[in-house]
């Protein structure tokens, strides 16, 4: 079977959860980004160097638009961002008791991304805080998910990529995503020149698998139009991982 996918249009939001602008989770980030556009304009660089999406592989045809959103909760203020409260009040009403704060219009912007890319610096082997109310929050909404692509980049002083991942890939898994990947970089993001190009690589790989799961999707959703709804209940049953080991 063959799927049209001309003037497909990809959404893709970048999360930084650092609190510091600007550095090291923002540089990797822009590396990740620019990878991802690049899928667009066809710019490319290296072995991943190539035109916007095109071929017949799996028998996906035609061109991808991409649209970055980027967010960072350092651009909110303390009271704008509220913690899980655990009080379930989300499962009987279908909202967060904790109202249109910035983690609430992050996740509004989760459900009309097709990509979400998470930016996080290791904080004590794990996530910032920050991430953390992210992703507990992520309750009242979920599955979030439900065949988006997540990719992960990681900035680490010393040690903890393995347990922060962890944490991050149990979220996806969660929430249904398909995850394309991660990568990982110690020290200055800026002195690491096989770390960016991999965070570039990543980009792209998660805007061509998005855009390939989009026409799945699509074609699903036309065969359950038709009466024939096996596909479309598999695609939204089930968890898809893509293990990377891309550490810098």
Known sequence: MRYDMVKQKIKVLAINTSPRKGRNTDQLLDEVIAGCLSVSSGAGKGADAGSAYSGSASGFTGSVEVEVKRMGVYEAADDELKFCRGCWACAKTGSCVCGDDFIKQIHDAIAESDVVIFGVPVYFYSVTAQCK?????????????????????ITCGSAGVASTLQALQSFYSCNDFVDAGWVATYGKTSDKVKGKEVAYGLGRKAVRLAAMLKGTYDAARAANAAGDGELLEDLEHSNHFAYGTHTF
């Not at 992210?134 to 992960?152: E, F, H, Q």
């Open 133 to 153: 109310a992210i992703m507990d929050r992520a309750l009242a909404y979920m599955p979030i998910g439900n065949g988006k692509v997540s990719a992960t980049a």
